[in-house]
């Protein structure tokens, strides 16, 4: 079974940078979209970054400019750049990838305090 394993977060300073972690246990193959999720408390899950099988890029307008979603075929992983982090940027976050199935990561927390 396929595990999804997120690293990478942490406490960071306002304006301070972060770079997430999803690494698959194995290749996942017939990806149809690579992507990140968060949730903070009280709130829906909201997708932040998502990158398709067809390499189309988006993000949701809260972080676009600061936020780079990224892969390396030959690491089974996935990446998530975070730049000029804001105290609303704290959440958990999530990987996601989809291809036949669904699979999500166990969940990374990031909070932007001072």
């Known amino acids: 079974q396929v595990q999804l394993v997120e690293s990478g977060g942490g406490l960071v300073q306002p304006g301070g940078s972060l770079r997430l972690s999803c690494t698959a246990s194995?290749?996942?193959?017939?990806?149809?979209?690579m992507s990140w999720y968060r949730q903070a408390p009280g709130k829906e899950r909201e997708l932040v970054a998502i990158?398709?099988?067809?390499?189309?890029?988006d993000y949701a307008d809260s972080v676009k400019g600061r936020f780079t979603i990224a892969s390396d075929n030959e690491k089974n992983s996935l990446y998530l750049q975070m730049n000029s982090l804001k105290p609303e940027d704290t959440a958990v976050y999530y990987c996601?990838?989809?291809?036949?199935?669904?699979?999500w990561g166990q969940g990374t927390q990031v909070t932007v305090s001072s």
């Open positions: 194995t290749r996942i193959f017939r990806v149809n979209s």
């Open positions: 990158r398709t099988g067809g390499g189309v890029i």
């Open positions: 996601n990838i989809q291809s036949l199935r669904q699979y």
